[in-house]
Every structure is written in C-alpha cells, then in structure tokens.
C-alpha cells in the first residue's frame, strides 16, 4: 500500500528552538506539499516542491522554510518556533490528481 | 482566484440519515473537484473525485456531483453510519499544468446510534 510517513505523531517544543518536521512518500511522486490545519481555517498550504530542490511558497509561508534533497522526502523547518506555530502539520505528496496525505504532526510550542 | 466554500458544521445525524453536506466554488475554467475525509486522529483520505462536467464520483456510499451551472459539488449519502462521523473536506484544482489543490474548511459529522 502506497504511504506518506511522518515521522512524529507529537511533539512539544520550546519557543525559540528550531524544528524539522520529516515526511517521506514511497510512490515515487513528484510534486510534495505542506499543510498546517487549523480549527475553522481549514489547511493552508506553507510550502509544495514540484521537483527534488525545487520548493515554492504557499500561502503562508512565513517562519517557515523547507527542504527536499531527495525525491522521496520534505523536511519542514520552524527556524524558531512560536507559540502560534501550535498546529497540525499535514505532508502530502502527489503525481498528478489525488493527492495522498500522511496522518500528520500535532505540533505544541511552549 | 480558485476558492472552495463549505456549509458550517457539526452537522449531527442519527444513524441511517441522510446526508448532504453543500460545496461550492470558485475558479476560472474547468477545474477538477474532490472530496476528503480525514477520521479523528487520521489524515485526509481521497473519498471521490469528478474531472468534468456532470461527472458523478461516488464511494462508500456517497456520491457527489459535479454540477457546472451551479458550480457545486454537494456530498450525499442516503444512510448514514456512526463510523461515518468525521471531518469532510471539499478542494479542487485546476486542470493545466501544475495545480495545487485548494481546500473548504471542512465540515465535522456526527452521527449518533
């Protein structure tokens, strides 16, 4: 069965620490994106790779960056993570319709 | 540019009900429309799609179609389940090139036995 795995289910983090949030696919898609979702916001997307060490904005990219060296992972970065980084973090990765999505990070900033 | 907007929620049912949860949207040309389900601790799972036109996608029971005129794409479900309750989420892309999916805020179903 087709997956997208990320790697922490929780995690509790600092204010000020720097965060790397690690989701790997094993379809071989190319294209790659990440969620925050948010009760009543719905998901917004931060950052999508169409490539490996391509990466694009989204619609709210800010205190965030992103990595994807290799085709199968994107790592999700919190450069200094804040108490409204507090969210779900959902990684997805696509070829072409349909996207497939991982069971997500509950991220809390303390 | 391309928005999706659903009905608020919870919506609460009893068990064997009948569905709709409403979706509409926003976009220029023919975009493609799904529906996502994400259970309670869970991602979003594809529950069905419909790439044009009076296309009808449908999966465990639900279906949804996709209606140009109105541009709509409402979720039914003729019997409802207490393992249906869930987040339902509306999205669409567009149908050139690269698309990136634009999602409804969702809309949380409560079923009861």
């Known amino acids: 069965d087709v997956k997208v795995t990320q790697s922490s289910r929780y995690l509790v983090k600092r204010t000020g620490e720097k965060v790397f949030l690690e989701c790997v696919q094993d379809m071989d898609h190319e294209n790659m994106f990440w969620y925050r979702q948010d009760p009543g916001l719905g998901l917004r997307l931060i950052y999508f790779?169409?490539?490996?060490?391509?990466?694009e904005k989204g619609d709210i990219p800010e205190g965030y960056s992103v990595s994807r060296e290799k085709k199968e992972r994107f790592s999700l970065i919190l450069e200094s993570a804040s108490t409204n980084q507090t969210s779900m973090y959902l990684c997805?990765?696509?070829?072409?319709?349909?996207?497939?999505f991982g069971s997500g990070t509950r991220l809390t900033v303390v | 540019g391309n928005s999706v907007t659903q009905m608020e929620g919870p919506v609460t049912l009893s068990e064997e009900a009948f569905l709709t949860i409403n979706c509409t949207y926003t976009?220029?040309?023919?975009?493609?429309l799904f529906w996502y389900v994400q259970y309670p601790g869970e991602g979003l799972q594809l529950l069905l799609k419909?790439?044009?036109?009076?296309d009808k996608g449908s999966n465990k029971g639900f279906e949804a179609t996709y209606r140009k005129e109105t541009t709509s794409f409402h979720l039914e479900k003729g019997s409802v389940q207490v393992s249906d309750s869930a987040v339902y989420f509306c999205?669409?892309?567009?149908?050139?090139?690269?698309?990136?999916?634009?999602f409804g805020t969702g809309t949380r179903l409560l079923v009861s036995p």
């Open positions: 999205a669409l892309s567009g149908n050139t090139g690269f698309q990136k999916l634009v």
């Open positions: 976009a220029t040309g023919y975009p493609s």
């Open positions: 790779s169409y490539d490996v060490k391509m990466k």
């Open positions: 419909a790439t044009k036109a009076d």
């Open positions: 997805a990765s696509s070829r072409d319709y349909g996207y497939t």
